[in-house]
């Protein structure tokens, strides 16, 4: 099948056009209702809604099972509710608490079926069921819905998607497809305690700070939640079909539609890119970098010899969902302090920092700070390091650390070169020579 013809064929699908008649009125938020970046998380756009409490995020989505689904397939119609919740807690980089749900069906043999998948999915993932509406009545429609509840201390959303970063894929291509739909199956005969290990990299690939944004692939197939993770941000992507893992054997029309029990869309720095990579692979996951995010607002797709543009969101909306002029008008980066990279009183940083105690040959000590985590890859509590060292590892790392800040809000972290020159200007007070050693005795995350 030609280019054209395959984008012509997925953009025609019945899951990408349900997609789209999400299309309503929940984009006309006032701007005056975002006086910080925890304002945008509650937004429509990802698949969860974060809400800050205290030190960490709460967490709310919630899945509707397609009628005929719940109808036909009861028990993994139940399955799958959980399954695609816990998916969508985890893309926010979060971890699944507790779900309830609701349902109605005919008779009550199919509803046992019905909860009796929810339950075994529960099982699996460790998610608490705890409460839910029952509804059995002959001439109901059968219907499902199951909401669920989780926490993150770090969030990856589709709001920090920006021109530049990477776009990966991770995919589990141990499945096979459930007969008569799109859903590739990868949790059968597998051990619970390694479909939630798979789950958890998502979380842990938030706290390191290895990627900005993720989403989980929903019933659109590849290419319509990739338009998901773009079009909060009115974003556009360089995409190369033919870096997507893939069964040799599936032929591309039916790939690209799957909505598999795993898998993943990233967005990450291309530096961190080999990082998770790996941190995928160490799970049995295939994972690929398959494009880079734009500023065009099309999605430019190749495979093969052949380029062709899927989709402009500047000529048609997908979902509706598109924040872009809102953001630029609500400036909500300007609730960061850009004269150093902390946040104000009024808002909240969704980077990690660090603070991290010197030891100088003389016995003082000073704490200096990092605005983000990634300085744990140059320097270590407890170890000392002769001069040249330090400054080498201690200038790396602020350097790297201020770049993310600029990646991740736009402007650099003068807070961290600061830091740097205060580094600098104690080495040349103390008049320390090649022969010194500093300490590293504390490091602590705030």
Known sequence: MMLLDLLTALKNTSAMRSKQDIQHNAIQHSSTHLHTLDDVYALPADDTAAIRMGEQYLLH????????????????????????????????????????????????ENAEQLIQGIQAACEVYEVKLVGGHTNIQADFQPALAVAIQ???????????????????????????????????????????????????????????GLAYAARDISNAGILGSLLMLLEATGSGAKIDLNNIPKPQEIEWLKWLQIFPSYGFLLTADQEECEDIIELFASQDIDCAVIGE????????????????????????????????????????FSIFNRNGCKATDTGAAYMPSVNFTVKWPNGETGQYYSPS??????????????????????????????????MRYGFACSAAMDNLATIKRQINILGLTAQDRIEIIEMTNE
Not at 83 to 93: H, K, P, Q, R
Not at 102 to 107: A, L, M, Q
Not at 160 to 179: D, E, S, W, Y
Request: glycine content about 6%.
């Open 150 to 208: 989780g926490v993150a201390t770090q969030l990856l959303s589709v709001f920090h998607v920006r021109t530049g970063q990477k776009i990966l894929v991770a995919l589990n291509l141990k499945g096979k497809f459930h007969p008569d739909t799109t859903y590739w199956k990868c949790f059968e005969n597998v051990p619970a305690s390694l479909l939630r290990t798979q789950l958890a990299l998502l979380p842990e690939i938030a706290e390191q």
């Open 61 to 108: 989505a919630c899945e509707g099972m397609i009628p005929n689904f719940v109808a036909n397939h009861p028990y993994f119609a139940g399955w799958s509710a959980v399954m695609a919740n816990v998916s969508d807690i985890a893309a926010m980089g979060g971890k699944a608490l507790t779900v309830v749900n609701s349902y109605w069906h005919t008779d009550a």
């Open 373 to 406: 985590t990634v300085i744990y890859e140059y320097l270590n509590s407890g170890q000392d390091y002769a001069l040249d060292d330090f400054l080498k590892q201690v200038e790396n790392g602020l350097n790297k650390a201020s770049d993310r800040v600029r």
């Open 293 to 332: 995010v734009t500023d065009s607002g099309k999605i430019e797709t190749q495979l093969q010899a052949e380029q062709h543009i899927f989709w402009d969101f500047q000529q048609e909306s997908f979902t509706g969902l598109n924040y872009q002029q809102m953001l630029k008008q609500c400036d909500f």
